[in-house]
Each structure stands twice: as C-alpha cells, then as structure tokens.
C-alpha cells in the first residue's frame, strides 16, 4: 500500500541509534566488547519492553461476549497483533506503537452529522455508557495479505444509527478520522493533503449487525494504535475500510469520498469487499498470512461472512471487489 510518495520517517533509526549508544557506554563502562551482543538483543529487548508497559496500562472493560460469532481459527496473540498494526497519520511501518505518545485520545468528542433527524455530539466515554457493549471475535484481513482473528468490544454501528434517525433522503455514511498535525508525525510530515483519513459504506452496510463500532479488544480499552478511543470495524471488507480513531460520521445523498481511493485509484475502491478470486493489481489475493504464527491460509470470500453480508453484493460485477 505504500506506492504513494510520502518522504519516509527517520525517527526509527535515530531512536534505535540512541539506544545502542546507551547500551554501547553501558558495557564499555563494564569493560565488554559491545558490538557482537549489540546485534543480538539491543532491540528485540528495549521494544517489547516498551510495548508491554503500554498494553498493561490501559484500562479493563467488562463486556458479555455474543456467541453468535465464532472463528475457524485461533485467536492472534495481543501483543503480536498491537506491535504490527497500520496507522499511516504516525509511520508508514508497522510499529505503530512507537510514535503514538503524543497522540491524545481523552478527552474525544464524537459528532455526528448530515442527514438525520437527531444529530448527536458525544464524548467517547459518554458514548460508552449510552449503548450497551459486547464482544464479538472476527476475522480481520489487510489488503496487504496478512490477517488476524481478534475479540473486539463495542456495539453494532446500527444500535448508533437508530438513535440519531436518518432521513429518508440519507443513503451513504461517511467517517471522519482526527487532523491532528501536532500529535501525528506523518500528517506533519507529508506533503498529501488528503488528511484527515476517511471512509465510507452504504446506509445498508451500516446496518448490517456485522459493522461494528470498536472501543475495545482483548479485554481491555483500544490501545492508540488500534484506532482508540473509537474505529469501524468491518470484517468482510479489507482493513483500510476500518477506519480508526473516528470524529464524525456524516449521513449523506451520495458515496462519500474515501482516502486510498483519492490517493490510488486505480487500486483501491469504494467497496473493497473481500475476494480470493481477485487479486490486486500488484498481487494475488487468494491467500493471507496469519499474524503471529505466519500460518497461510486460502482467503476466504467475504472474509467468510457470505451469510451476513452476500446479500448486499452482485458477486458478478467486478466493482464490488476493489
Ligand atoms: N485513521 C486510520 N485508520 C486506518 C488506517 C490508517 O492508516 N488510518 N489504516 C487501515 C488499515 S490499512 C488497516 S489494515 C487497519 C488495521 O487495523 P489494526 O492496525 O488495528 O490491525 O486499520 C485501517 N484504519
Ligand atoms: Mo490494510
């Protein structure tokens, strides 16, 4: 996914320097010859560290899991899941995790807008309390072939969209993610003027049960590089649909714009439904990568939610599969 030019980070190489030159005076001062156990463990060591002081520190949720979702597969283990995740406002690598300090995710409003009957501006923490949450575990799968399989909590996005009563006229759903050049390096950084991030779906995807509105995952509130403190998930499409960290949802009369779209459009499309038998225009799509155990799997169509959602789609018409 990263064939737009963005200039790349040199944060990654500067904070790795600076940790092998505190190591390197460390053991110097212990008379060693540092440089062979440098390149073994410098770090594997300071990042797992880090990561799991991060993970510990969030806060529990207690929600009651529905059964009515269940998983062919084992589930991604947390911490190899949180240290691989996209985020392209902090980095165009995986580790996420490092560059998010600065990103504030309380307190957060959340409004939303356009057409309907009852607009709502809300804080996440309110939001929490007004719709009861659950816990669903999905199969989730990149663009890029790997895959995880992941309990998330929060509510279906149909349960927010009774509430606030779309018109008539309201056909589409447009999200919104943060413009925060401060606290994201790379929407400082780059010269794309297509921040902040956006998605869409169609009124009737919205309501289908299966998109959902995350807030938690593995027990616990979203980490920051998952998309805290509230992100789509919508498990039958590829992940760059599941936007994260969302400040407005907008009803509107037509299909929003969506951020790869404008940014490569030959590649990536409004729908982005999930199908083996097309492949991406640079690779095949019938196979993904377990996250985790590296296990490669046949990807399946829909993402194997065919009962859910293969009504809402003509498997014969190519447009729905990029
Ligand atoms: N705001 C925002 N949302 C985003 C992205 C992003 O760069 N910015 N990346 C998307 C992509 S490409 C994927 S695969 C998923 C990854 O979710 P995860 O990192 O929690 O696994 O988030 C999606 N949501
Ligand atoms: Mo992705």
Request: charged share 20%; net charge positive; glycine share 4%.
């Given at each position: 996914?990263?064939?737009?030019?963005?200039?790349?980070?040199?944060?990654?190489?500067?904070?790795?320097?600076?940790?092998?030159?505190?190591?390197?005076?460390?053991?110097?001062?212990?008379?060693?010859?540092?440089?062979?156990?440098?390149?073994?463990?410098?770090?594997?060591?300071?990042?797992?560290?880090?990561?799991?002081?991060?993970?510990?520190?969030?806060?529990?949720?207690?929600?009651?899991?529905?059964?009515?979702?269940r998983l062919d597969r084992p589930?991604t283990?947390?911490?190899?899941?949180?240290?691989?995740?996209?985020?392209?406002?902090?980095?165009?690598?995986?580790?996420?995790?490092?560059?998010?300090?600065?990103?504030?995710?309380?307190?957060?409003?959340?409004?939303?807008?356009?057409?309907?009957?009852?607009?709502?501006?809300?804080?996440?923490?309110?939001?929490?309390?007004?719709?009861?949450?659950?816990?669903?575990?999905y199969r989730f799968r990149c663009v890029e072939t790997w895959s995880m399989a992941?309990?998330?909590?929060?509510?279906?996005?149909?349960?927010?969209?009774?509430?606030?009563?779309?018109?008539?006229?309201?056909?589409?759903?447009?999200?919104?993610?943060?413009?925060?050049?401060?606290?994201?390096?790379?929407?400082?950084?780059?010269?794309?003027?297509?921040?902040?991030?956006?998605?869409?779906?169609?009124?009737?995807?919205?309501?289908?049960?299966?998109?959902?509105?995350?807030?938690?995952?593995?027990?616990?509130?979203?980490?920051?590089?998952?998309?805290?403190?509230?992100?789509?998930?919508?498990p039958w499409k590829y992940g760059?649909?599941?936007?994260?960290?969302?400040?407005?949802?907008?009803?509107?009369?037509?299909?929003?714009?969506?951020?790869?779209?404008?940014?490569?459009?030959?590649?990536?499309?409004?729908?982005a439904n999930i199908n083996p038998a097309i492949p991406h225009?640079?690779w095949s799509q019938a196979e993904e990568s377990l996250l985790g155990s590296n296990e490669r799997r046949k990807t399946l169509l829909y993402n194997g939610y065919t009962d859910q959602v293969g009504?809402?789609?003509?498997l014969?018409?190519?447009?729905?599969f990029?």
């Open positions: 996914m990263q064939s737009y030019k963005l200039p790349t980070s040199e944060l990654t190489a500067e904070e790795v320097f600076r940790t092998r030159r505190t190591l390197l005076k460390a053991l110097g001062f212990l008379g060693l010859n540092a440089w062979p156990l440098l390149n073994a463990c410098t770090n594997y060591a300071a990042q797992s560290r880090d990561l799991n002081g991060t993970l510990v520190n969030l806060k529990q949720l207690h929600a009651p899991r529905n059964g009515s979702y589930l283990d947390q911490t190899e899941a949180a240290a691989y995740t996209n985020f392209y406002e902090f980095t165009h690598s995986k580790e996420v995790w490092r560059r998010v300090d600065r990103f504030l995710t309380r307190p957060w409003e959340l409004k939303i807008t356009g057409l309907v009957k009852k607009p709502l501006t809300i804080s996440a923490d309110e939001l929490l309390k007004l719709i009861p949450q659950e816990e669903r575990h992941v309990p998330w909590i929060g509510f279906p996005l149909s349960a927010l969209i009774k509430r606030v009563e779309p018109l008539s006229s309201a056909t589409h759903i447009s999200f919104i993610s943060f413009l925060r050049r401060d606290q994201a390096p790379e929407q400082k950084r780059s010269s794309v003027e297509l921040w902040p991030y956006h998605e869409g779906l169609t009124l009737a995807e919205g309501m289908n049960d299966l998109s959902f509105m995350a807030t938690g995952l593995y027990g616990h509130e979203l980490a920051k590089q998952h998309g805290a403190p509230i992100r789509l998930v919508a760059f649909k599941s936007i994260k960290s969302v400040v407005e949802i907008v009803f509107t009369d037509r299909q929003p714009a969506t951020f790869w779209n404008a940014m490569i459009p030959n590649e990536y499309g409004f729908w225009p640079r009504g809402l789609y003509n014969k018409d190519r447009q729905y990029y």
